[in-house]
């Protein structure tokens, strides 16, 4: 269990970093409110 959460952690890293830099590219505003919920959820 814990091996393949590992697995499917590290390929989304790299998504949403890429998610981060467009919301940060397109409205600062939405970064904070959008992190805040994906570490939430």
């Known amino acids: 269990m814990r091996s393949?959460?590992?697995?499917?952690?590290?390929p989304m890293?790299?998504?949403?970093?890429?998610l981060f830099e467009l919301l940060l590219s397109s409205?600062?505003?939405v970064y904070l409110p959008s992190f805040i919920a994906i570490s939430i959820s």
């Open 4 to 10: 393949s959460d590992g697995c499917i952690a590290v």
């Open 13 to 18: 890293l790299p998504t949403l970093l890429a």
């Open 27 to 29: 409205n600062r505003m």
